[in-house]
C-alpha cells in the first residue's frame, strides 16, 4: 500500500472527499471490475486448459519473447532519456525506474501505475515531479499515435472482419492521429491558456479556492514550460524511432509467445488481434492494473481473426501471465542490483 499511497500524494490534495475513504473506494471498485471481468472470461474455458497451455509452452519461443520483452523495456528507458531534458540521469536508474513502472502498471489499480514513473524519478534523482508527467505524457501519445496507426493499418486490410462501416473508423481514427498529434506540438501554449483561465476563476471565486486554485495554476504553469523544453530539445527522429522500434518489440512478444503455446497465426493477424488488445487496455477501466481488460479486448480481436473463444481467452490470460511473469524477473533483478549498489558489501569496498 505504500507505493498506492506515494501515487496517490502526487494528485491535488483537495479536502473533500477525504482522501483515505477515495483512494479505499477506488481500490475496492478496481478489484470488483477486475475480478467480474476475470471470472467472466474464466466461465468460458477450462483452468486445465490454461495450465497445460502454460507448462507445455516451447522454451525457446518463450525464452525469444522474453528476450523480445527485454529489449522493448530498454528502447523505452531509451526514449525516457530523450525526453528528460533538466538533468543527466545514469541510464541503469533509469532502467531500472522504466522496469518498476511497467510492474506497477499491472499491479496497481484505478490506473495510478503510471503515476509511479514520475515518482520514481522524484525519489531517486529529485526531478520535478511535472518534468516526470510530462515526459511520460509525451511517451504516451507517441505510443497511442503508433497504435493507433498500427490499428488504421490492419483494419484497412481486415475490412470484412469488423462490422462497423470501414470509412467512418478510418476517419474516427485519423481524426484521434490528427489530434494527439496537434495536442502533442501544442501542449505549452494549451497549458498556458489553461493556466490564464485557472487565473480568472480564482479571481472570480475570491477567497473560496484562494490557497487551491493558484496552486493547481502553478503546476500547469511548471508542466507548460516542461513540455516547451522538451519540445525545444528536437529530438522527435530518435523519440519516434525509439517508441516504433519498442512496439516492433512489443509484438514480436506477442508472436513469440502465440508460437510458444502452438497457436500458428499469421503476424498480420496476430497484429490485429493483440492491437485489439491494446487499445481495450488503454481505456480508461479503472480496473487493477491492466488485468480483464487485456484479456477481453485479446479474446475480442482474435475471435475476430477466426481463433476460437478457448483459444482466444486461454492464449490472452497465458500471454498477460508469462509478461507478469518475465516483468517481476527482471524488476527482481533491478531490486537487487539498486540494493546491492545503495549498500555495497565490505568485499566490494
Known amino acids: 500500500m505504500t507505493i498506492i499511497s506515494n501515487c496517490i500524494n502526487l494528485l491535488p490534495q483537495i479536502p473533500y472527499p477525504h482522501p483515505g475513504a477515495f483512494t479505499l473506494k477506488r481500490i475496492l471498485l478496481s478489484i470488483l471490475i ?3 471481468i476475470i471470472v467472466i472470461l474464466l466461465l468460458q474455458i477450462s483452468l486445465k486448459d490454461l495450465y497445460t497451455l502454460l507448462r507445455t509452452i516451447d522454451p525457446l519461443w518463450a525464452a525469444l519473447g522474453s528476450i523480445a520483452l527485454f529489449l522493448a523495456i530498454l528502447l523505452r528507458a531509451l526514449r525516457f532519456r530523450w525526453l528528460i531534458y533538466s538533468k543527466a540521469i545514469p541510464f541503469s536508474d533509469l532502467f531500472r525506474i522504466t522496469v518498476f513502472y511497467h510492474l506497477s502498471l499491472m499491479v496497481l489499480p484505478s490506473k495510478l501505475g503510471e503515476l509511479s514513473y514520475p515518482y520514481l524519478l522524484n525519489k531517486n534523482s529529485g526531478m520535478n515531479v511535472t518534468e516526470g508527467l510530462a515526459s511520460l505524457v509525451v511517451s504516451r501519445v507517441y505510443d497511442f499515435v503508433i497504435v493507433l496507426m498500427v490499428l488504421l493499418s490492419v483494419s484497412i486490410g481486415f475490412q470484412d ?8 473508423a478510418i476517419l474516427l481514427v485519423t481524426l484521434l492521429i490528427g489530434l494527439l498529434v ?7 501554449s494549451l497549458l498556458r491558456w489553461l493556466s490564464n483561465g485557472l487565473a480568472k476563476i480564482s479571481h472570480r471565486t475570491g477567497s473560496r479556492h484562494t490557497r487551491f486554485v493558484p496552486w493547481v495554476q502553478k503546476k500547469v504553469n511548471d508542466m507548460a514550460e516542461d513540455f516547451y523544453a522538451i519540445k525545444s530539445r528536437h529530438t522527435l527522429f530518435p523519440v519516434s524511432l525509439t517508441s516504433l522500434a519498442s512496439w516492433v518489440m512489443i509484438f514480436c512478444v506477442f508472436y513469440a509467445y502465440m508460437m510458444g503455446f502452438g497457436v500458428e497465426v499469421p503476424f498480420t493477424r496476430m497484429i490485429f488481434g493483440s492491437t485489439v488488445g491494446v487499445v481495450a487496455n488503454a481505456l480508461p477501466i479503472s480496473g487493477f492494473g491492466n488485468w480483464g481488460t487485456l484479456e477481453a479486448g ?6 475476430m481473426v477466426g481463433l476460437s473463444k478457448q483459444k482466444a481467452i486461454a492464449t490472452g490470460f497465458g500471454v498477460h501471465i508469462l509478461i507478469f511473469i518475465v516483468t517481476s524477473l527482471i524488476s527482481f533483478f533491478c531490486w537487487v542490483t539498486y540494493k546491492k549498489q545503495k ?3 565490505p568485499i566490494d569496498l
Open 298 to 303: 485479446w479474446a475480442a480481436g482474435f475471435l
Open 343 to 345: 549498500n555495497p558489501s
Open 34 to 36: 477486475t475480478v467480474g
Open 161 to 168: 472482419l469488423s462490422k462497423v462501416n470501414s470509412t467512418l
Open 182 to 188: 496537434f495536442g502533442l506540438f501544442y501542449m505549452s
